[in-house]
């Protein structure tokens, strides 16, 4: 989740630093900038199927205890390596845009995936899809540091045999995201100089 924040933080950098070469800064910009965002997003995503599927799909897919039938392990690092970088370059655009369904793709993502490298090593005793459920939680809390991600996975599974892992994961990803750096919301304010309380101590 941190290097998520780290991620978007570089490259909102990246735009800035764009920004003061060429200084003309007009409203029109903005909207040409999304465009040709939502373009580059189009012309990657739209020719695949696999990139047209619907998020809830997505998550119900990964989240499944049964093997993968929509997606294939392949599927899901390819949906991870756009999405990741996708998502990054559009949370930090001058448009409002939502940050709690990609990041649990992207999370369950990271999860599915290494659940699926531990079934592999050891066997069908491994459930991948309970490391989906921690995964997109454990990333979802490290963006946004809420610990009441824990809380709408239970909600949207509809099932607590997850519970521990999923609140140790979330409560680690929290603690070591604020070691690192701040919040998503945090971090975007910051850098749009947007008027906030500081800490108070």
């Known amino acids: 989740g941190a290097a998520f924040v780290a991620c978007v933080h570089s490259m909102y950098l990246l735009r800035q630093r764009y920004n003061r070469r ?33 998020p809830r799909e997505a998550i119900n ?25 996708l998502v990054a370059i559009c949370i930090g655009l001058p448009i409002p845009a939502g940050l709690f369904i990609p990041c649990f793709v992207i999370g369950s993502c990271f999860g599915r995936l290494y659940g699926e490298l531990l079934q592999h090593v050891f066997g069908s005793t491994i459930v991948p899809g309970g490391y989906a459920v921690v995964g997109a939680a454990a990333f979802t809390a490290g963006v ?40 998503i919301y945090d971090t975007l304010v910051i850098m749009k100089d947007l008027p906030y309380m500081p800490h108070m101590r």
Request: overall charge positive.
């Open 22 to 54: 060429f200084p003309t800064h007009t409203v029109a910009q903005r909207f040409i900038l999304v465009a040709l965002v939502a373009a580059l997003a189009a012309i990657i995503q739209y020719p695949v199927h696999l990139f047209r599927l619907d």
């Open 61 to 85: 897919e990964l989240f499944s205890a049964d093997a993968l039938t929509v997606l294939s392990s392949r599927d899901v690092a390819l949906l991870l390596l756009v999405r990741f970088p």
């Open 144 to 183: 946004t540091r809420a610990l009441s991600c824990a809380v709408i996975i239970f909600e949207v599974t509809g099932q607590l045999h997850h519970m521990v892992p999923t609140l140790i994961a979330v409560l680690l990803a929290v603690i070591v995201g604020n070691v690192i750096n701040r919040p």
